[in-house]
């Protein structure tokens, strides 16, 4: 209790701190996690109970943002946001692989650290994006349905790395069996939203919180779902966000779901999983080993913004209209 206590203390403090510059909350959470945890100060760690409670609050933030975004726009920017998955997964893997060679790594280290930094954090970016009240526009949707088409990329990357790993040759018949495995998920989910919950959610009551027990039930067996095909759970928590539309049911169960799961992911459990994240922190201020955590570090952000940059490139748009459209 008393390390809860610290980081909810600590994370709105900072978090207020970094608002009032016009930063994202997110980053004074993370700071939080940092001071407090083992990087620094060393007054709170890992544990069974904070590590449920982090998983908790990027689960249900994943839910809501699935809520708050339009299935129809991220259908309708698919392409866009296939290159911008595309573009910002190749560079950064290209630039972090030949960042460790130069710094004398072996093919498989920098294999495994190119594919380290190609990898994007959607949860990150879902939170950030709703910092900046621009989750629900055009960019936004490009954003996130390229972070999801990224964590297939990076789902299959792994595999191809694993079996080389093993084997030291491509194991096509593994990749296939993990496309087919994605392409069949994403199928249901198809299936589910467009005619199996639609006439579920039309009967659902808020007697006694049971809308918000149907949400929790869709959302673990859509991460349940996506864990078997071996994506991360939150894209099956951000789909079944997807199903419950203003649309589909009473307006005030929507929004009786929407404030349920808002309050208990931004406004308790998140900040426990940005400052969890500080606990697999290990800082080394050798000169070698920081010389090398900048220059791939620089690397990352370069081979993101470039990468992204090119994908969007081929749809020749105004990149300053993109931002602002919606806004």
Known sequence: MTSLLLILVVALALGSLFARYGLPFVLGELVAGILLG???????????????????????????????????ELLEHLWPSLCVAVGGFVLPFILGYFTTRAFGGTLY?????????????????????HSLRISTTYVGHIIIGAAIADDILSLIGLSILLGMAKSGTVQFVDIGLVVLKVVGFFALTIILGHFIVPKLTRRLHDREGK??????????????????????????????????????????IYHAISDRFYGLSYGFLLPVFFASLSFHLHFDWTPSFTIFALVLTLAAIAGKLLGCGLGYSFFKRNLRWVWFRNY
Do not use: N, W
């Open 38 to 72: 083992p990087p620094i100060l060393g007054l709170i760690g890992p544990s069974p109970g904070l590590e449920l409670l982090a998983e908790l609050g990027i689960f249900f933030v994943m839910f809501h943002t699935g809520m708050e975004m339009d299935p129809k």
């Open 211 to 252: 809308a918000f027990t149907f949400a929790i039930l869709g959302a673990l067996a859509m991460a349940y779902l996506a864990e078997l095909v071996g994506l991360h759970l939150i894209i099956g928590a951000f789909l079944a966000g997807q199903y419950i539309r203003k649309e589909m049911m009473d307006e005030k």
């Open 109 to 129: 280290q920098s294999l495994f650290v190119g594919m380290g930094i190609s990898i994007t954090a959607i949860a990150v970016q879902s939170v950030i994006l």
